[in-house]
């Protein structure tokens, strides 16, 4: 089956940055969407955002609108996710999971794996 990691994650100031990257064991990235999830402790796992197949279509959740951008790179089957003007609510575990549709992207089941922590503190 298809196993993604998770890596990139850290500790970072208030309005810094990280890059996040999901990167596929499968032998092609290309007929799956790809969404990122986060949870904060305490807290219900929430989409982030997500990406299809050809990387046309794209969404956010409203809160990270404007600050984070997802991409992928299908040769090299990885998908990534640029955050930046970090804020403390982002801080979490973030994980990446595949979808066979886009608009799916947002339905909260998968494997999930060890994900990767996020932590915005000053």
């Known amino acids: 089956q298809l196993h993604l990691v998770e890596s990139g994650g850290g500790l970072v100031q208030p309005g810094g940055s990280l890059r996040l990257s999901c990167a596929s064991s499968?032998?092609?990235?290309?007929?799956?969407?790809i969404a990122w999830f986060r949870q904060a402790p305490g807290k219900e796992r929430e989409g982030v955002s997500c990406i299809s197949s050809n990387g046309a279509s794209i969404t956010y959740a409203d809160s990270v609108k404007g600050r984070f951008t997802i991409s992928r790179d299908n040769a090299q089957k990885t998908a990534f996710l640029q955050m930046n003007s970090l804020k403390p609510e982002d801080s979490g575990v973030y994980y990446c999971?595949?979808?066979?549709?886009?608009?799916?992207?947002?339905?909260?089941?998968?494997?999930w794996g060890q994900g990767t922590q996020v932590s915005v503190s000053s």
């Open positions: 499968g032998p092609i990235l290309d007929p799956y969407a």
């Open positions: 999971v595949v979808r066979l549709a886009f608009n799916v992207c947002f339905n909260d089941y998968g494997d």
